[in-house]
């Protein structure tokens, strides 16, 4: 059994199937907005609680992200940012990922590896857990939902 390394150009398939992925990552994103823009996170009883806020009390990275989203889906990007910044600030580096990985699989090219440079994914680490930390200080109390 012989491996054969695929070149750029070899990548294959048509732009319809190319483009498969992509669009249902963005089919996928499309339905969870439209389903957090329609189900109110803010009422009890929708959604379970983060089960890192039930057993300690101290609020993740994550808490706040739904009612972030339903604040963007409904256009109020102030309450947006009151609910959780690193989720808002996060959206727009993602598009512009997806578009990336989107350009790439459209022109038929392998999409870039850059991201996986280990002082990227360090880097994130180390904002998230700041975030993370901070929000659970008493002087990063504004970033707490």
């Not at 109020?76 to 580096?93: K, Q």
């Not at 990336?100 to 038929?108: F, H, K, P, S």
């Amino acid at each position: 059994m012989s491996y054969v390394r695929r070149s750029a150009s070899s990548l294959g398939g048509g732009p319809v199937s190319r483009l498969a992925r992509p669009a249902g990552v963005l089919l996928a994103a499309a339905v969870a907005v439209s389903y957090l823009a329609a189900v109110d996170p803010n009422e009890s009883g929708h959604y379970p609680t983060c089960p890192f806020l039930a057993l300690t009390g101290y609020q993740c990275p994550g808490c706040g992200s739904l009612r972030t989203i339903h604040a963007l889906a409904h256009g109020d990007l102030g309450a947006a940012f009151g609910l959780n910044v690193l989720t808002v600030v996060m959206i727009p580096v993602l598009a512009g990922l997806w578009i990336r990985w989107t350009v790439a699989r459209a022109r038929n090219r392998p999409p870039r590896t850059t991201l996986a440079d280990p002082r990227l994914i360090w880097a994130f680490l180390a904002v998230v857990l700041s975030f993370w930390l901070v929000r659970n200080l008493g002087f990063g109390s504004f970033l707490a939902a």
